[in-house]
């Protein structure tokens, strides 16, 4: 049984290997390395390095909001699957970022930021109710894999490589929504979803250019 001095060491064990670049480590090759690398004009690679250090950031607070939720959760089977989303994500997070790196970028400097903002957002769910944070999982699930339709769909027609990493991805993601309404989630009203929404453009549109 872990301790809460023990609980804290793995919670910053987390937090640094999502936060230092190239510290993560992925289970599964990224899809992208059987793709050739396409030319880009340097606006088309501009607006790729964009969506790609979004949906990088989109990962790093997938990895704050489970293991801010595997803090605080009630039951040891909800903090099992909480734990186990995040493993799978850290394969998102490693692919996005070395996506980043081969169109000669680099992940957001607003990460530290976000991961703390969304570390606080999952711990208070978990101290509400699983129902809440496991519908607050689904929640964001629905909401990366509309980011994820409309990102595959406004890169560039040559980067299939950026595109399969994002097609995995999204497999991925709504396995996690569906394992959390399969396992009590609370499903959001609408006017919900919608804040959510809101507040995810603050995001995307701050870590689009930093």
């Known amino acids: 049984m872990l301790n809460k001095l023990d609980k804290a ?4 064990d987390r937090a640094l290997q999502t936060l230092v ?3 993560a480590k992925a289970d599964r090759p990224s899809p992208a390395h059987p793709l050739p690398e ?11 390095v964009g969506l790609m250090r979004i949906n990088h950031t989109g990962e790093v607070c997938a990895q704050a909001l489970y293991a801010g939720q595997a ?20 394969d998102h997070l490693v692919w996005c970022e070395e996506r980043l790196y081969e169109l000669g970028s680099r992940p957001s400097i607003l990460n530290p930021f976000f991961y703390g903002a969304s570390f606080c957002i999952g711990a208070g769910a978990g101290l509400i109710s699983d129902k809440l944070s496991l519908g607050f999982v689904a929640a964001t699930e629905d909401q990366v894999c509309l980011h994820l339709d409309k990102h595959m769909a406004a890169l560039p027609a040559q980067d299939q490589r950026s595109r399969a990493v994002l097609s995995q991805m999204h497999i991925d993601e709504a396995k996690h929504k569906q394992m959390a309404l ?13 804040v ?3 507040v995810s453009k603050v995001m995307t549109q701050s870590t689009y250019r930093i």
């Open 38 to 48: 396409a030319e880009f004009s340097a606006s088309e690679r501009r607006h790729a």
């Open 196 to 198: 959510m929404t809101l």
């Open 71 to 90: 803090t605080t959760a009630k039951l040891a089977t909800v903090r099992a699957e909480m734990e186990h989303a995040a493993d799978e994500e850290i």
């Open 21 to 23: 670049p190239k510290a």
């Open 9 to 12: 060491v793995l919670q910053l």
């Open 182 to 194: 399969d396992s009590g989630g609370y499903e959001f009203p609408k006017p919900v979803m919608q």
